[in-house]
C-alpha cells in the first residue's frame, strides 16, 4: 500500500497570493494526480504529474494558474498562484494509474483552502 | 460527456438499519465502477468495485451491482454500525476517474 502525506493541511489565504502544496509518497509511483474538490462538489482531476516530463493539465486548468513539479518518484507539489476566494477548495493528491484499472489508487489526506 | 450522479446526503441512520446509497452513471463506453469512502480525517479509500455488467463489487459488509441496463451501481450495506460514519463517494473510471460529489453518513448509536 501507499501512504501519502500532504503539507500543508489547511490554510487561509489572501487574495492575489500563492501557494504551494506539496505530496509526499512513501513508496516510488509512476504517475501522480491533484485533484480539486469545490464545496459542495465531485472531485475534478486537475492534473498528472509524470516525473520527468511536464505535466498533462485538464480541459480548464492550465499551468500557470496551476504549477506543477514532480522532482522525483516520491514527491510533487502544487501551486496555487494568484488565488482568489474561487480557488477555495479541498485539493488532494493522488497516485495511481487512470486509463488501466486496478486496484490500489490511493489519495492523499487533502489541503483545505480558503482564499479571502 | 461522462458524469455521475449520487443521491445527495447527509443520510442519517441507526445503528443496525440498512443501506442504501443511490448512484448512476453516464457513459459513451463501458466503464468500471467503483465507490471510495472518506473517514474522518483521512484520505480515501477504496471501498469496492465492479469491471463490467452484472458484477457484485462487495467489502467490510458493503455491496454494489454493476447495471447496465439501469446504469447504476447502489451501495448496500444490511447492518450499518457507528464506525461506517463517513463519505462515500460513486466514481467511474474510462479514460480517467470521475467522482460523484460524495454522500456523508451518520450512524446513530
Known amino acids: 500500500s501507499a501512504v501519502i502525506s500532504q503539507k500543508p493541511s489547511r490554510d487561509i489565504c489572501q487574495r492575489g497570493t500563492s501557494l504551494t502544496i506539496q505530496c509526499q509518497v512513501d513508496s516510488q509511483v509512476t504517475m501522480m494526480f491533484w485533484y480539486r474538490q469545490q464545496p459542495g462538489q465531485s472531485l475534478t482531476l486537475i492534473a498528472t504529474a509524470n516525473q520527468g516530463s511536464e505535466a498533462t493539465y485538464e480541459s480548464g486548468f492550465v499551468i500557470d494558474k496551476f504549477p506543477i513539479s514532480r522532482p522525483n518518484l516520491t514527491f510533487s507539489t502544487l501551486t496555487v498562484s494568484n488565488m482568489s476566494p474561487e480557488d477555495s477548495s479541498i485539493y488532494l493528491c493522488s497516485v495511481g494509474q487512470t486509463g488501466v484499472y486496478q486496484e490500489t489508487q490511493y489519495f492523499g489526506p487533502g489541503t483545505r483552502l480558503l482564499v479571502l | 460527456g461522462n458524469s455521475v450522479t449520487q443521491m445527495e446526503g447527509p443520510v442519517t441512520l441507526s445503528e443496525e438499519a440498512f443501506l442504501t446509497i443511490n448512484c448512476t452513471y453516464t457513459?459513451?463506453?463501458?466503464?468500471?465502477l467503483f465507490w471510495y469512502v472518506q473517514y474522518p480525517g483521512e484520505g480515501l479509500q477504496l471501498l469496492l468495485k465492479?469491471?463490467?455488467?452484472?458484477d457484485k463489487g462487495s467489502n467490510k459488509g458493503f455491496e454494489a451491482t454493476y447495471r447496465k441496463e439501469t446504469t447504476s451501481f447502489h451501495l448496500e450495506k444490511g447492518s450499518v454500525q457507528v464506525s461506517d460514519s463517513a463519505v462515500y463517494f460513486c466514481a467511474l473510471e474510462d479514460d480517467k476517474i470521475i467522482f460523484g460529489k460524495g454522500t456523508r453518513l451518520h450512524i446513530l448509536p
Open positions: 465492479a469491471t463490467k455488467a452484472d
Open positions: 457513459a459513451t463506453g463501458y466503464p468500471s
